[in-house]
T-cell receptor, first 113, second 115 residues
Framework: AQSVTQPDIHITVSEGASLELRCNYSYGATPYLFWYVQSPGQGLQLLLK??????LVQGIKGFEAEFKRSQSSFNLRKPSVHWSDAAEYFCAVSGGSNYKLTFGKGTLLTVNP | SAVISQKPSRDICQRGTSLTIQCQVDSQVTMMFWYRQQPGQSLTLIAT?????????ESGFVIDKFPISRPNLTFSTLTVSNMSPEDSSIYLCSVAGTSGSNEQFFGPGTRLTVL
């Protein structure tokens, strides 16, 4: 069975600081990996995805993530955080043709001015 | 990406009643799903809505409690039956198969409060 672990429940950073959100997955074959963001009272927005190829993927809003098969990780990064990045971030995995997504528990990001 | 709308956006319901949530997509999609997000929690897949046939439910979810319809490739409904306060959640529909990949796009969600 596939699973996702986001070890950090809540992270606080200062505006302009760099950010890394951790994600570890468990899946028997090559996974499809995603990062979603959920702002308060909003639905989920897809930030980026990894299917195959280059292990460093670029997403929207200046985010990137790196797939590391040896570490079963797909960490999300941003070099300089903006106050508008404050939100909940979810890592998710799916595989094969069933499209089913398994989500991590999420990391709440607070940005201090 | 697909544009997804849900109705209602929020509702407050009494215990023992039922609520039907609608999900409309602006284009035909292969797959439609329903998720639940309980307060302060992550998303849990309820079921896959299959066009023209019975939905496929995940462990812990049953058709009597969460009947789902999908009459065509752009529309689905989820009913939350005989509600209790424990059903207070955000219910989200999602779609996949619009771009030939495993990407899923989510609707804005329906925030349900059961008193």
């Amino acid at each position: 069975a596939q699973s996702v672990t986001q070890p950090d429940i809540h992270i606080t950073v200062s505006e302009g600081a760099s950010l890394e959100l951790r994600c570890n997955y468990s899946y028997g074959a090559t996974p499809y990996l995603f990062w979603y963001v959920q702002s308060p009272g909003q639905g989920l927005q897809l930030l980026l995805k990894y299917f195959s190829g280059d292990t460093l993927v670029q997403g929207i809003k200046g985010f990137e993530a790196e797939f590391k098969r040896s570490q079963s990780s797909f960490n999300l990064r941003k070099p300089s955080v903006h106050w508008s990045d404050a939100a909940e971030y979810f890592c998710a995995v799916s595989g094969g043709s069933n499209y089913k997504l398994t989500f991590g528990k999420g990391t709440l990001l607070t940005v201090n001015p | 990406s697909a544009v997804i709308s849900q109705k209602p956006s929020r509702d407050i319901c009494q215990r023992g009643t039922s609520l039907t949530i609608q999900c409309q997509v602006d284009s035909q999609v292969t797959m439609m799903f329903w998720y639940r997000q309980q307060p302060g929690q992550s998303l849990t897949l309820i079921a896959t809505a299959n066009q023209g046939s019975e939905a496929t439910y995940e462990s812990g979810f049953v058709i009597d409690k969460f009947p789902i319809s999908r009459p065509n490739l752009t529309f689905s409904t989820l009913t939350v039956s005989n509600m209790s306060p424990e059903d207070s959640s955000i219910y989200l529909c999602s779609v996949a198969g619009t771009s030939g990949s495993n990407e899923q796009f989510f609707g804005p969600g329906t925030r349900l409060t059961v008193l």
